[in-house]
């Protein structure tokens, strides 16, 4: 082990006299997953900002004095509007307290993350990131289903399958690669129009293709099948659940070790 490290009780945030905001990537879902790092600014936090996908043993690691918010969202339902979450960041920090914004996965993979410090940074708030597991990763390791593999995928994709009304398409044509994998984040509302656009831009329907639902965690739920099943597939599935893509979801029955 470094030198370097401290242990939990030794750690102790970086000292701003306006306050300070720590971006936390929480993981996919199972506590165990959150990083060390994460875990020390989360016990030493004034203020923490959740989301929805934060597991609640996650949020049990507070201090019981810190403040909790919840700005947590959903599919067609945002409890807080994006722009208000910035500015309670913002406006938390310059009370001159150390500010967790805490996040499901990874806060720059399909997160807000880097909206968020962008608005810091404009208003002269000092921040740092934490990096958490994100979901495709964790999901996928524990679903048995390797992203890369030397006999099935040299290259990986991750999209988001839910684009903002005003928002620019997917070039679904740039994902019809040889020998790639792809996941859909936020996807499952959306199965049938992917499905669609995969179909129609070269992609064979006999494609082996996976949901993971509410991945790394107890109730995880594994559906495989064929692209031109998805669309029905999803109908069993319910959110959060990322959609994989690829020959490498046939090793999911060989290498299901989760459960």
């Known amino acids: 082990m470094s030198d370097s490290y401290q242990s939990p009780n030794q750690y102790q945030a970086p000292k701003q006299k306006a306050g300070f905001v720590s971006l936390v990537g929480a993981g996919p879902g199972d506590p165990d997953l959150l990083t060390v790092k994460g875990y020390r600014v989360i016990q030493q936090a004034d203020v923490v900002v959740y989301d929805r996908l934060v597991s609640q043993d996650i949020i049990d690691l507070a201090n019981k004095d810190a403040e909790m918010i919840y700005v947590g969202k959903q599919l067609d339902f945002h409890y807080v509007p994006q722009d208000q979450i910035n500015q309670i960041l913002a406006d938390k920090a310059k009370e001159g307290k150390h500010v967790v914004r805490l996040k499901g996965g990874d806060s720059f993979i399909f997160g807000r993350g880097g909206e968020e410090l962008e608005l810091l940074a404009e208003q002269g708030v000092s921040f740092e990131v934490i990096p958490g597991i ?122 299901n070790w989760f459960q």
Not at 136 to 153: E, F, K, N, Q, V
Not at 154 to 160: G, L
Not at 208 to 233: D, F, Y
């Open 134 to 255: 994100t979901a495709a990763a964790g999901a996928t390791s524990y679903a048995g289903i390797p992203l890369t593999h030397r006999d099935h995928a040299q290259s990986v994709q991750f999209i988001t399958g839910h684009v903002q009304k005003d928002g620019k398409e997917i070039l679904w044509e740039s994902l019809a690669q040889p020998n790639n994998t792809l996941v859909f984040y936020m996807g499952l509302k959306q199965s049938g129009y992917i499905q669609e656009q995969l179909l129609a831009n070269n992609f064979d329907e006999d494609m082996p293709c996976a949901i993971i639902e509410n991945g790394t965690r107890k109730e995880q739920k594994v559906l495989t099948g064929q692209l031109s099943e998805l669309a029905e597939m999803a109908k069993s599935a319910k959110s959060p659940a990322l959609i994989v893509v690829g020959s490498v979801t046939s090793l999911h029955e060989k290498l």
